[in-house]
């Protein structure tokens, strides 16, 4: 069943920024709301030889306000490798940064939970994530995310993740 979900996941990644109109005309970062998502690759820290990386999607909405500050909902799951999971993420997060081109450079801070699954147990982690990024704007409609995050802030079991993926802007003034 859980690979189902990721195989419907990717389909809906790969199929939303084609089937979405295109966004208004004038400043893409200015009152724009988006969506998106994005492949991780997650480590666990504390884990000798990368045993505990799987594999995982994020899918993504969010409202920018202007170029600096925007606010970012993120939730996903990974596969299962060596009996490790994650079983479930979600966030909401403030991104804070600054534009030098077609580049826009963030950091994001917000509340976030993780469940971890080793073998039979789970572990529930809810505390503050953070993270940076950039995204790059090839065009205005479509942005490439690529994103480090620290999912379990103060937990036993420290949650790593590597990003790259897409936004694309919906609706519009």
Do not use: C
Not at 21 to 30: I, K, L, M, S, Y
Request: charged letters at 25%.
């Amino acid at each position: 069943m859980f690979r189902e979900f990721l195989r419907t996941a990717g389909l809906l990644a790969l199929v939303l920024p084609l089937a979405a109109g295109a966004a208004e005309e004038g400043d893409p970062d200015e009152g724009q709301a988006y969506f998106g998502g994005s492949y991780l690759d997650f480590a666990e820290r504390e884990a000798p030889d990368d045993q505990y990386s799987p594999s995982g999607l994020m899918l993504r909405i969010g409202q920018r306000f202007n170029e600096n500050v925007s606010v970012d909902f993120q939730a996903g799951a990974s596969q299962t490798v060596s009996g490790f999971q994650v079983s479930r993420f979600t966030g909401l997060f403030v991104q804070l940064g600054g534009q030098w081109e077609r580049i826009h450079f963030y950091t994001q801070l917000g509340p976030a939970r993780t469940e971890l699954k080793m073998d039979d147990t789970t572990e529930v982690n809810d505390g503050i994530a953070y993270g940076f990024g950039a995204r790059v704007s090839p065009s205005e409609t479509f942005d490439v995310v690529v994103e480090w995050m620290d999912y379990t802030v103060g937990a036993e079991d420290r949650l790593d993740a590597i990003g790259i993926g897409f936004t694309r802007p919906f609706g519009g003034d």
